[in-house]
Nanobody
Framework: QVQLVESGGGLVQPGGSLRLSCAASESIFRFRAMAWYRQAPGKQRELVATIISSGTTTYADSVKGRFTISRDNAKNTVYLKMNSLKPEDTAVYYC?????????WGQGTQVTVSS
């Protein structure tokens, strides 16, 4: 059973930065893709950023230019660096991994952007 553990969330002022981490229980080389999603109160979960096995990355328009997804294969960890944070970025952020036809999810980490 694949386990994903997120960390790095917290409270930050508008304009600030955070880096989220997602540690996988096995080699991330196995995953076809890994991604970060977020879900704000009363809203549907939305895709924020994706990194596929080739290293290609994609981003939601709302975070393009501010967020960067990356990975450290040796640590089996995927990161989401978030800069210029806005109140509308407030959400629970979830790590996702695709292995074959299965989707695996972490437990989520809360990010709150507020002054």
């Amino acid at each position: 059973q694949v386990q994903l553990v997120e960390s790095g969330g917290g409270l930050v002022q508008p304009g600030g930065s955070l880096r989220l981490s997602c540690a996988a229980s096995e080699s991330i080389f196995r995953f076809r893709a890994m991604a970060w999603y977020r879900q704000a109160p009363g809203k549907q979960r939305e895709l924020v950023a994706t990194i596929i096995s080739s290293g290609t990355t994609t981003y939601a328009d709302s975070v393009k230019g501010r967020f960067t997804i990356s990975r450290d294969n040796a640590k089996n960890t995927v990161y989401l660096k978030m800069n210029s944070l806005k109140p509308e970025d407030t959400a629970v952020y979830y790590c996702n991994a695709v292995l074959g036809t299965y989707n695996y999810w972490g437990q989520g980490t809360q990010v709150t952007v507020s002054s």
